[in-house]
Nanobody
């Protein structure tokens, strides 16, 4: 599985960005797609995920109500719409896939830790600053 994240950039506080994660395969090879972020000096944290079988979505408390994850099956792409961005959202954002069906996301328990996901994209920088 190959993943390609894109869509990052510089945005003012309160602004919006949409990230994309294009997967080389979908459906049978991927059970869930997760979005993670890592700010300088901090641990990589999960922010959202979506399951492949039924499209269930999950969010961390820090982004709930502001971020929306969605998918376009025909395009093998998952999106992360980020609204009302804050300076603390500044980070490198990664998408990752669960190809084993073992993630917390796939069993409907939330985003889960990074170890739940076995394939990772290269990351895209999001900077929220005035």
């Amino acid at each position: 599985v190959q993943l390609q994240a894109s869509g990052g950039g510089l945005v003012q506080p309160g602004g919006s960005l949409r990230l994309s994660c294009a997967a080389s395969t979908f459906r049978s090879d991927i059970y869930a797609i997760g979005w993670f972020r890592q700010a300088p000096g901090k641990e990589r944290e999960g922010v959202s995920c979506i399951t492949s079988n039924d499209g269930s979505t999950y969010y961390s408390d820090s982004v709930k109500g502001r971020f929306t994850v969605s998918r376009d099956i025909a395009k093998n792409t998952v999106y992360l719409q980020m609204n009302s961005l804050k300076p603390e959202d500044t980070a490198v954002y990664y998408c990752a896939s669960d190809s084993r069906g073992l993630s917390q996301c796939f069993i409907h328990r939330g985003v889960g830790p990074r170890d739940d996901y076995d394939y990772w994209g290269q990351g895209t920088q999001v900077t929220v600053s005035s």
